[in-house]
């Protein structure tokens, strides 16, 4: 798969957990352990859909995917933070590999790209 066609799914990624996160952040929020955050995860979620959008509408999506990249870092400070006073830490954990996973790939690809 080519670093373009893997940017587009990642894009597409983005947006899924960013209308995950617009929509239904109290889910988001039990899922997690951490209480009543919505204002914060509704703007985590505008963030995600913003870089999806960015990825998919550029036709060099080399900086998309760098704001990606930054929102790793930032949705991994968040869960770290979030796993000290979660108490539902096994998923706190979970989703931060999870995110680990993203990371890998994004700062891949965006490395790729902006070659």
Do not use: C
Request: glycine share 10%; net charge positive.
């Amino acid at each position: 798969m080519d670093a373009r066609t893997t940017a587009n799914m990642l894009g597409l990624t983005g947006i899924g957990i960013g209308l995950t996160e617009i929509a239904a952040p109290v889910f988001v929020e039990k899922s997690l352990g951490i209480g009543h955050r919505h204002v914060l995860m509704r703007a985590m979620g505008l963030r995600e859909i913003a870089s999806g959008v960015a990825i998919l509408t550029q036709d060099k999506p080399a900086a998309g995917m760098w704001s990606r990249v930054a929102g790793d870092a930032l949705d991994l400070a968040l869960l770290g933070a979030a796993a000290i006073k979660s108490n539902r830490k096994a998923f706190v954990f979970g989703a931060i590999a999870a995110v680990m996973a993203i990371a890998y790939l994004d700062y891949r690809n965006a490395t790729e790209l902006s070659r």
